[in-house]
């Protein structure tokens, strides 16, 4: 039998010919990430091998490592600035060239750079020190997140152990609705397996679906299979792929693609034609309604931003609702880049938002994890485009928040309820 | 691999995640003592006054889900605790806590999680994959740990483990 696309990167990288799920097998990375998050746990990490006799003297390649400044920017208070600070030392101390820092050009939300800058590619295996890594995988990368003792090793080491997920293939077929979006189909599938459906497994989309969705679609998609527990997801490259990252990189790169003989622990398949737009409901990403089951629950509070919901593409959506309109409850849109921000600014979507009374903020993860910049009040109820609804997610423990596409969240701004996308006027 | 012995503090909830484990605010924070100060406050706030040195976390499944914060296992293991029993974990939960050396993810059957108590006194015996409780006088099976995954318990964690010699 032959390898799906998971366990072919992974075969390539530790120079197997075969694999198989279970296997454990030592891999090459080819890309690393840290924040301000992890990376400072990293340093912390190193600090302490230091005190036992094992001293980090150089990276095993900076050209590989990049670093992105997205949690506590602009920073927060004394401690998040002390983070960034020792964070650009250290980069500079270890020669790592691509630092996207804020206030200096090009930054932005890491698992957003990843694809906008073009920095992972096709058939390479790519670790982060941030749990939505995974959504780097919708460029046919295998993409996992890992925490700080995991990243230090790969950073000094440049390898470090897996064991061979199995994978769940998704095919998706259909004509998509108006109104549909992917965080509307990834919703829809976390609520059916549930926050461990895919625990310790790969998940990959294919069908077409998938064959006609665009990068940014793709991305969504990939980004919430983190909340199903699956060590990644993943789509095959096509021409979308390579047409989308023409423009963002000249860096070579080798795709892989599944066998045609591939085995897949189990394959679900998807019509999509009657998907209705889907919310999830306070506090698990798999409480999922159809919006309009839940219209006319009150709300103090849209969000729009994170790596989830705050690219180009969503920010359209949005502004296709907003125009011309007055958002009722408090409203807060915030670009996942800096090149997104430019570009909305130049579409005239930061108008459309600015005018209809929302607030437009820098991009950084802020209020979606919780960290600063409008974070939730006891009992305040607020529908976000981002990924998590666990308690205290966003703010107080006692705030709540529902999870639904842009278009569902910008309906809900304007009419303070939430909204279907197509109840509104 | 040395016998534990210790008290549960139970939790018999399913999906605890890491946004209360360890909420966000505190991400900016990497003393580890400071991190075990606000262990499990999304949950429990007085987590940290029940907690002793060397208690047992017992849980409903898929604990640890969420992000890839390794100040979850960093701040359970300052609070006490030495060990996590449930009947599964978040994959990068598990990862932090064997890898970071903080505390072992034991895998058990969901009618175990039933069976014990909290407050109860366990002896956990990882040579033998059992769990003696010595106060209802039960014992139970545990997973045992994959053959990797035992050999950095052993080691104490990945940094002091040649994981060059496995390939």
């Given at each position: 039998m032959g390898m799906n696309i998971t366990e072919k990167i992974l075969a390539k990288a530790s120079n197997r010919t075969k694999v198989s799920p279970d296997d454990v097998v030592i891999a090459n990375i080819d890309k690393v990430m840290i924040h301000d998050v992890s990376g400072p746990g990293v340093i912390k990490v190193f600090e302490l091998w230091e005190n036992k006799?094992?001293?980090?003297?150089?990276?095993?390649?900076?050209?590989?490592v990049w670093i992105s400044e997205d949690h506590f920017v602009p920073a927060s208070d004394k401690v998040s600035a002390n983070n960034i600070s020792l964070l650009s030392k250290w980069s500079k101390k270890f020669n790592v060239k691509k630092h996207y820092k804020y206030g200096l050009g090009q930054y932005g939300i890491c698992h957003t750079l990843s694809h906008e800058e073009g920095l992972i590619l096709p058939g390479e295996l790519y670790v982060g020190g941030?749990?939505?890594?995974?959504?780097?995988?919708?460029?046919?990368a295998l993409a996992v997140g890992l925490g700080h003792t995991d990243i230090a090793y790969v950073l000094m080491n440049g390898k470090i152990w897996f064991k061979i997920p199995e994978t769940i293939l998704f095919k998706l077929s259909g004509k998509k609705p108006d109104y549909i979006m992917a965080k509307d189909i990834i919703l829809k599938i976390i609520g059916e397996?549930?926050?461990?459906?895919?625990n310790y497994k790969a998940m990959q989309f294919s069908g077409d679906v998938i064959e006609k969705m665009s990068m940014e679609e793709r991305l969504t998609l990939t980004n919430m299979t983190t909340e199903a527990g699956a060590k990644n997801g993943i789509i095959e490259p096509d021409n979308t792929t390579y047409g989308y990252l023409k423009s963002r990189t000249n860096e070579k790169y080798t795709p892989v693609y599944s066998d045609v003989d591939a085995e897949y622990s189990e394959i679900y398949s998807y019509e999509i034609g009657d998907l209705e737009p889907i919310v999830a409901k306070p506090?698990?990403?798999?409480?999922i309604s159809v919006a309009r089951e839940l219209?006319?629950?009150?709300?103090d509070k849209a969000y729009i931003g994170s790596c989830t919901g705050a690219k180009l593409e969503d920010l359209r959506n949005a502004a296709k609702i907003m125009k011309g309109k007055k958002v009722k409850i408090r409203t807060e849109v915030l670009p996942a880049a800096q090149s997104i921000f430019l570009k909305a600014m130049k579409e005239g979507l930061v108008n459309t938002f600015l005018e209809a009374g929302a607030i437009v903020g820098p991009p950084t993860c802020g209020a979606c994890?919780?960290?600063?910049?409008?974070v939730l009040a006891k009992d305040e109820v607020c529908i976000s485009t981002t990924n998590r609804n666990f308690p205290?997610?966003?703010?107080?423990?006692e705030s709540k928040t529902y999870l639904a596409s842009p278009l569902v969240v910008a309906s809900s701004a304007i009419s303070g309820k939430i909204t279907d996308p197509r109840d509104v006027d | 691999m040395k016998i534990l012995t210790g008290k549960v503090i139970k939790y018999?909830?399913?999906?605890?995640d890491t946004d209360v484990i360890?909420?966000?605010?505190?991400?900016?924070?990497?003393?580890h003592k400071e991190l075990g100060k606000h262990s499990m406050e999304g949950l429990d706030p007085n987590f940290s006054s029940k907690v002793n040195k060397g208690d047992f976390m017992v849980t409903g499944k898929?604990?640890?889900?969420?992000?890839?914060?390794?100040?979850a296992p960093i701040a359970l293991h300052e609070s006490g605790i030495q060990a996590i029993l449930a009947p599964s974990f978040a994959r990068i939960f598990y990862r932090n806590a064997v890898d970071g050396g903080y505390l072992l993810p034991i895998e058990i059957e969901q009618d175990i999680v039933k069976k014990i108590e909290d407050r109860d006194e366990l002896e956990i015996n990882l040579n033998e994959n059992k769990i003696f409780?010595?106060?209802?006088k039960e014992e139970y099976l545990i997973k045992p740990f994959p053959e990797l995954i035992s050999k950095i318990v052993s080691a104490g964690g990945l940094i002091n483990f040649k994981i060059e010699e496995q390939n």
């Open positions: 006799g094992i001293k980090l003297d150089k990276l095993y390649d900076p050209e590989k941030d749990s939505h890594t995974n959504t780097s995988g919708a460029m046919g397996i549930g926050t461990d459906g895919a506090f698990s990403p798999k409480n219209q006319g629950i009150e709300l994890c919780g960290a600063h910049m409008g205290g997610r966003m703010g107080h423990v | 018999d909830i399913e999906n605890i360890i909420p966000g605010p505190y991400l900016k924070i990497h003393d898929n604990f640890g889900c969420g992000s890839s914060r390794e100040h409780n010595k106060t209802q």
